[in-house]
């Protein structure tokens, strides 16, 4: 066992066959079943240094690796205004700050969205599992927007298979640093770990399958404003993917320059089927600090259709139905 910041490196032999996620969860028992197919799917456990699939099978010799996050509930020392923009029985979508986590880390005690659910809802937090009640999908700090919790776990299980199904439209706003040299196009790239940084994500081609539309909305020559429509869910996906076409989030820190304020990446809209029936479509308004950036690259007229707040939808549509950008 070996520790890295905040995750613990496990390792592990198999000593006979299965598939990965019934071997890890057999192995360890803190890790349940459930918790290890969301690892499988952020990419935390490997099989001779390759990231595993979900389905793989495992057999006797291989080699194991699994990066747990380390996780210690601690109260936070406030907990965050959120935005409500849908809620019933099953789901609450809101509309997350930048620079709001969706859970701590070890020993954190700033606010976090898990913190605002476990509030508003304790006899429904009370049924999940400890680790993330409620969490469907996340966001990452400083990325804004669209978000969906689950308040029960029959629905996190059901909206989690359509985001895994990709039976979900996920659609973002960015501000890029640099002018695409194509208008519109599909960065169809794999995503991996970076090979000498852990906690950075790569396009690499022992990663996994990730595709990124996007669109130039407008630009001033130096700055871009984008629409981007996610195919896949690979962790940072959208700033790697941007970065490797040499226009990198405006402020990321990570994958670009840095800058002044936090990374001008938005999730502005999506559609993804309800726990009960039909598709839920839901969208969040361009934040002010970008509606302001935008502003300053001449584009009045963008700013101003993105800050329009559009009441949720719920449709019997059984097919993933679209009512967001036309073009992107």
Same mark, same amino acid.
């Given at each position: ?6 995750? /613990? ?15 890890? $969860? @057999?192995?360890?028992?803190?890790? $349940? ?32 690796? =699994?990066?747990? @996050? ?29 620079? +709001? ?16 659910? +476990?509030?508003?809802?304790? /006899? #429904? ?18 990325? $804004? ?18 985001? /895994?199904?990709?039976?979900? =439209? ?5 501000? =890029? ?16 770990? %970076? ?17 990124? &539309?996007? /669109? ?24 790697? %993917? ?14 670009? !320059? ?10 502005? %809209?999506? +559609? ?8 839920? !479509? +839901? ?10 950036? =935008?502003?300053?690259?001449? #584009? ?12 949720? @939808?719920?449709?019997?549509? &059984? ?5 967001? %950008?036309? @073009?992107?």
């Amino acid at each position: 066992m070996d520790e890295r910041g905040n995750e /613990e490196i496990r390792r592990l032999t198999a000593e006979s066959f299965g598939r990965i996620d019934v071997v890890v $969860s @057999e192995a360890f028992a803190d890790l $349940s079943r459930g918790r290890v197919q969301r690892m499988l799917g952020e990419g935390a456990i490997t099989i001779g240094g390759e990231p595993a699939r979900k389905s793989a099978q495992v057999s006797p010799g291989d080699e194991i690796e =699994v990066h747990v @996050e380390r996780f210690e509930r601690r109260p936070p020392v406030s907990v965050p205004e959120l935005d409500v923009v849908y809620e019933d029985d099953s789901v609450v979508v809101i509309n997350k700050p930048a620079g +709001v986590v969706v859970h701590g880390g070890p020993g954190d005690t700033a606010p976090t969205v898990v913190a605002w659910f +476990v509030q508003r809802y304790p /006899e #429904l937090a009370a049924r999940f599992d400890v680790e993330r009640p409620g969490v469907v999908h996340r966001l990452d700090k400083d990325t $804004s927007g669209i978000m969906v919790l689950a308040k029960t776990p029959g629905a996190q299980g059901a909206v989690s298979k359509a985001f /895994e199904a990709r039976d979900v =439209v996920k659609r973002y706003l960015a501000i =890029v640093a640099g002018v695409p040299a194509k208008p519109r196009a599909s960065i169809d790239a794999p995503i991996g770990r %970076h090979g000498g940084d852990r906690t950075k994500m790569a396009v690499t081609r022992r990663g996994r399958e990730s595709r990124t &539309d996007y /669109e130039t909305l407008g630009d001033d020559g130096e700055r871009a404003l984008l629409a981007l429509r996610l195919h896949t869910g690979r962790t940072h996906q959208i700033r790697v %993917h941007l970065a490797a076409i040499r226009v990198p989030v405006v402020n990321d820190a990570t994958y670009g !320059t840095g800058g002044d304020g936090r990374q001008l990446l938005h999730a502005w %809209h999506l +559609v993804f089927p309800h726990p009960h029936g039909g598709r839920l !479509t +839901v969208t969040a308004p361009l934040p002010a600090d970008m509606a302001a950036a =935008v502003r300053q690259m001449g #584009l009045e007229e963008l700013a101003s259709r993105y800050e329009a707040i559009t009441p949720p @939808e719920r449709t019997p549509s &059984d097919g993933v139905e679209d009512k967001g %950008h036309e @073009e992107a």
